[in-house]
């Protein structure tokens, strides 16, 4: 299986930007897929997950700017990000897993791994 995220940019506060992360070599249905980020000097960080049943998590600071959603026909997930601030910057992993739901925000519970698209929010 093999992860290839793409989307990432650099825009302003305040922008949108939508990131998404496609599935190779296996079946994305599968999966709880979810996205990570990683700011300069900072450990890697949960951001937002969807259950292959579809139930979503977002990390509170991203409740309501941020969205997540999958397309399983199209091996795809995607995270919408709205009113972007420039605490959102970082690099954003897509990751695939089948953890617990009560350790869904945790990375180590997530088999692969894409190799991250850089996000920049200027202020």
């Known amino acids: 299986v093999q992860l290839q995220a793409s989307g990432g940019g650099l825009v302003q506060a305040g922008a949108s930007l939508r990131v998404s992360c496609v599935l190779s070599?296996?079946?994305?249905?599968?999966?709880?897929m979810a996205w990570f980020r990683q700011a300069p000097g900072k450990e890697r960080g949960f951001v937002a997950a969807?259950?292959?049943?579809?139930?979503?998590f977002h990390e509170d600071s991203v409740k309501g700017r941020f969205t997540i959603s999958r397309d399983n026909a199209k091996n795809t997930v995607s995270l919408q990000m709205n009113s972007l601030k420039p605490a959102d910057t970082g690099v954003y992993f897509c990751?695939?897993?089948?953890?617990?739901?009560?350790?869904?925000?945790?990375?180590?519970?997530?088999?692969?791994w894409g190799q991250g698209t850089q996000v920049t929010v200027s202020s």
């Open positions: 990751a695939a897993g089948r953890p617990i739901v009560s350790a869904i925000g945790d990375s180590s519970m997530y088999y692969y």
């Open positions: 070599g296996g079946a994305l249905r599968i999966y709880t």
């Open positions: 969807i259950t292959w049943s579809g139930g979503t």
